[in-house]
């Protein structure tokens, strides 16, 4: 038998009870008997006063304090200023990212910074186009190369941006799309602010760049090489008007000349001569070889 006060058999038992009667009184959870005691006048008094010294030991505006302190400070008084652009030259030059027409990026580039060179002349910009020049070895010798761009539709420009510069690039020159940025604002007013690139992303992207370039040249060096390399070999096979012999098949050991050569198909027209007359027949490239001079 096991005797419990009230505050402790409300913890053991889930069952509803009430304590009434005398201390005797017995009541049953989890198929064993319990015996319930009253707590005495005395016994409830220090029983509240512990949980009232719990309560007051539990100060809620310390930690409403700790949690202002871990919350980052606005950077701005007022939504006003937040939308204010020219408060972006504070930062001085910066990368930013800029939204372009992918069919006609390069044309919209020089546009772009013949633009702002005229209307601009006293600051400074830089264009990143983050590319890699394929080359390719066209069939008549010359070599091709065309850009491919890492993030297609995209361009990066440094400068020292405010609101009069970011309007004139917005509004006046053509195939731009704006800034990449985030909205910011209320509900009375949103406007997209251009988020600037970090000096970290920026030198990662100019490492991707290297790398790739670095790798499309070595891969086309590698395929030049192996195409000289060929050509310095001679062609393969016999040439249209050669003098070749069969070596096999009906006609062995005779000697005629290609007149019709279809390499595809690997087949040969040879002509020879057969009792005396000029004889045309279709031979396969491996029953000919050709003849050393």
Not at 1 to 30: D, H, I, W
Not at 122 to 138: G, Q, R, T
Not at 245 to 262: E, H, M, P, Q, W
Request: aromatic share 8%; charged share 30%; hydrophobic share 35%.
């Amino acid at each position: 038998m096991v005797v419990m006060n009230q505050e402790v058999l409300r913890a053991v038992c889930p069952l509803p009870f009430s304590v009434k009667g005398p201390p005797t009184t017995s009541s049953s959870c989890g198929g064993g008997v319990v015996v319930m005691q009253v707590l005495t006048p005395k016994e409830k008094r220090d029983l509240r006063n512990l949980k009232r010294d719990e309560r007051r030991s539990y100060n809620w505006r310390e930690e409403v304090e700790e949690r202002l302190l871990q919350k980052p400070k606005k950077q701005f008084k007022s939504w006003k200023e937040e939308l204010n652009l020219d408060l972006l030259s504070v930062m001085g030059p910066q990368w930013w990212i800029l939204k372009v027409s992918r069919a006609k990026a390069k044309d919209t580039i020089q546009r772009m910074m013949q633009a702002l060179q005229y209307n601009f002349p006293h600051s400074h910009f830089k264009v990143f186009e983050a590319a890699v020049y394929e080359k390719s070895k066209l069939k008549n010798g010359k070599i091709s190369v065309k850009p491919k761009p890492l993030y297609p539709g995209c361009v990066f420009l440094n400068c020292t941006l405010n609101r009069e510069l970011h309007n004139f690039i917005r509004e006046e020159c053509e195939g731009v799309g704006g800034f990449v940025g985030r909205m910011v604002g209320n509900t009375k007013r949103q406007i997209n602010k251009p988020r600037p690139v970090s000096k970290d992303d920026m030198e990662s992207i100019f490492e991707e760049v290297k790398e790739k370039q670095e790798a499309a040249d070595k891969a086309f060096e590698e395929e030049d090489l192996s195409d000289k390399q060929v050509s310095t070999k001679g062609p393969k096979g016999p040439l249209l008007g050669s003098r070749v012999r069969i070596v096999s098949g009906y006609f062995a050991d005779f000697s005629g000349t290609i007149n019709k050569l279809d390499k595809k198909r690997g087949l040969a027209t040879v002509g020879f001569t057969l009792f005396g007359k000029e004889t045309l027949t279709d031979l396969k490239l491996s029953e000919i070889v050709q003849e050393q001079n």
